[in-house]
């Protein structure tokens, strides 16, 4: 055999063993192939799982995260909550303590309240037996509600009416507040005015009581005239006989008086005349001279005697204005020679009204005359001895 044969039968077995290798490796990667397509197979079922279960997890987590979400804020609130209970717990540690000292207390008010228990049950036995007594009450008192409920429905329609005028009074009220606040300007003038009237009530209660004196003496000459009267009755029924004669008589007397008066009256304002121009004053129904000596109480009565008229006589405040305007220490016609301590005008008319100075009269037995003294003053009468010598007023009464 050749060389080239050798080769070529060597070439030949390294190319059969190479095939069978290569068989073998084939048949090795066939099998290897097919494990492989299993497992690819197992892998795409496996990955398939795995899918469904990464999409499962997917939502739990989703879902998981909203609880968490949820459990941060639940948890921030209840960390917000511990610490408010933290506090509540410390205050209600305090309370506990204030409660079990209240405890101790109360435990101590419950034997006090056993106690009072047993006497508590004794009442309520004898309440019981009241209770009887008031069902029965209160079974009339129901009839008696189901009448009071029926003058509620009554009172009720009322209380409607009265509400409308409650609306009404309360514009009225506004209007009133105003005239209120009128009448209270008003009132303060009022007042003032009331004030001013209160002085002159006074003054005229000083008159009142002059005038009442003065009622009670004519209630006297009244009583006398009444006596009168019934004589006059009888004389008249007697002279309604001769009435004729009387008749023309009384013309013929009537003719005289009225020459009279016309007379008179011509006298007396001449007198009036004469009198102011000796110095008289003329007041009301007066005239009065101030002297311009000094005399004795008694002098002075009988200058004034002289001149037809009496040392004055004041009755009323007027008359004692007057009589201040003088500016004089002056005797008046006030003295208790008589009897000490009644005092008597000249006329011997007692005294009821008096403008004694304060502390007067104050000379008892040795000071028995009055005299104007501090004219500055509306009081000013004092009781001096009638031998002392002062200026005098008279007096002379003016009938015209
Ligand atoms: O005014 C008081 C008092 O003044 C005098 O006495 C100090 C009078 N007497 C004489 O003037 C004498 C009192 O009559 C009078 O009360
Ligand atoms: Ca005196």
Same mark, same amino acid.
């Given at each position: 055999?050749?060389?080239?044969?050798? *080769?070529?039968?060597?070439?030949?077995?390294?190319?059969?063993?190479?095939?069978?290798?290569?068989?073998?490796?084939?048949?090795?990667?066939?099998?290897?192939?097919?494990?492989?397509?299993?497992?690819?197979?197992?892998?795409?079922?496996?990955?398939?799982?795995?899918?469904?279960?990464?999409?499962?997890?997917?939502?739990?987590?989703?879902?998981?995260?909203?609880?968490?979400?949820?459990?941060?804020?639940?948890?921030?609130?209840? &960390?917000?909550?511990?610490? $408010?209970?933290?506090?509540?717990?410390?205050?209600?540690?305090?309370?506990?303590?204030?409660?079990?000292?209240?405890?101790?207390?109360?435990?101590?008010?419950?034997?006090?309240?056993?106690?009072?228990?047993?006497?508590?049950?004794?009442?309520?036995?004898?309440?019981? &037996?009241?209770?009887?007594?008031?069902?029965?009450?209160?079974?009339?008192?129901?009839?008696?509600?189901?009448?009071?409920?029926?003058?509620?429905?009554?009172?009720?329609?009322?209380?409607?009416?009265?509400?409308?005028?409650?609306?009404?009074?309360?514009?009225?009220?506004?209007?009133?507040?105003?005239?209120?606040?009128?009448?209270?300007?008003?009132?303060?003038?009022?007042?003032?005015?009331?004030?001013?009237?209160?002085?002159?009530?006074?003054?005229?209660?000083?008159?009142?009581?002059?005038? $009442?004196?003065?009622?009670?003496?004519?209630?006297?000459?009244?009583?006398?005239?009444?006596?009168?009267?019934?004589?006059?009755?009888?004389?008249?029924? $007697?002279?309604?006989?001769?009435?004729?004669?009387?008749?023309?008589?009384?013309?013929?007397?009537?003719?005289?008086?009225?020459?009279?008066?016309?007379?008179?009256?011509?006298?007396?304002?001449?007198?009036?005349?004469?009198?102011?121009?000796?110095?008289?004053?003329?007041?009301?129904?007066?005239?009065?001279?101030?002297?311009?000596?000094?005399?004795?109480? $008694?002098?002075?009565?009988?200058?004034?005697?002289?001149?037809?008229?009496?040392?004055?006589?004041?009755?009323?405040?007027?008359?004692?204005?007057?009589?201040?305007?003088?500016?004089?220490?002056?005797?008046?016609?006030?003295?208790?020679?008589?009897?000490?301590? &009644?005092?008597?005008?000249?006329?011997?008319?007692?005294?009821?009204?008096?403008?004694?100075?304060?502390?007067?009269?104050?000379?008892?037995?040795?000071?028995?005359?009055?005299?104007? *003294?501090?004219?500055? *003053?509306?009081?000013?009468?004092?009781?001096?001895?009638?031998?002392?010598?002062?200026?005098?007023?008279?007096?002379? *009464?003016?009938?015209?």
């Amino acid at each position: 055999m050749c060389q080239t044969d050798i *080769k070529w039968e060597m070439e030949m077995v390294l190319l059969q063993t190479s095939y069978n290798n290569l068989t073998k490796e084939r048949d090795q990667l066939q099998t290897s192939y097919n494990n492989l397509t299993i497992e690819r197979d197992q892998l795409q079922t496996s990955n398939i799982n795995l899918t469904i279960e990464r999409d499962q997890l997917q939502t739990s987590y989703n879902n998981l995260a909203i609880e968490r979400d949820q459990l941060q804020t639940s948890y921030n609130n209840l &960390t917000i909550e511990r610490d $408010q209970l933290q506090t509540s717990n410390i205050n209600l540690t305090k309370e506990r303590d204030q409660l079990q000292t209240s405890y101790n207390n109360l435990t101590i008010e419950r034997d006090q309240l056993q106690t009072s228990n047993i006497n508590l049950t004794i009442e309520r036995d004898q309440l019981q &037996t009241s209770n009887i007594n008031l069902t029965i009450e209160r079974d009339q008192l129901q009839t008696s509600n189901i009448n009071l409920t029926k003058e509620r429905d009554q009172l009720q329609t009322s209380y409607n009416n009265l509400a409308i005028e409650r609306d009404q009074l309360q514009t009225s009220n506004i209007n009133l507040t105003i005239e209120r606040d009128q009448l209270q300007t008003s009132n303060i003038n009022l007042t003032i005015e009331r004030d001013q009237l209160q002085t002159s009530y006074n003054n005229l209660t000083i008159e009142r009581d002059q005038l $009442q004196t003065s009622y009670n003496n004519l209630t006297i000459e009244r009583d006398q005239l009444q006596t009168s009267n019934i004589n006059l009755t009888k004389e008249r029924d $007697q002279l309604q006989q001769t009435v004729g004669d009387i008749t023309k008589e009384r013309n013929d007397l009537q003719r005289q008086l009225k020459d009279t008066e016309a007379s008179c009256k011509t006298r007396a304002e001449k007198d009036k005349m004469n009198m102011l121009n000796n110095g008289w004053q003329f007041f009301r129904d007066g005239f009065y001279h101030i002297s311009s000596q000094r005399k004795t109480w $008694q002098e002075s009565r009988n200058d004034c005697l002289q001149k037809g008229a009496d040392l004055m006589i004041i009755n009323n405040i007027e008359e004692q204005t007057f009589i201040r305007q003088f500016n004089k220490y002056m005797w008046i016609g006030l003295t208790d020679s008589e009897t000490e301590g &009644t005092w008597k005008w000249v006329d011997g008319t007692p005294m009821t009204t008096s403008y004694w100075d304060s502390g007067e009269p104050n000379g008892g037995s040795s000071e028995n005359c009055v005299e104007i *003294k501090y004219y500055d *003053k509306e009081n000013n009468w004092n009781d001096e001895a009638c031998s002392s010598s002062h200026f005098w007023v008279c007096e002379k *009464k003016f009938l015209s």
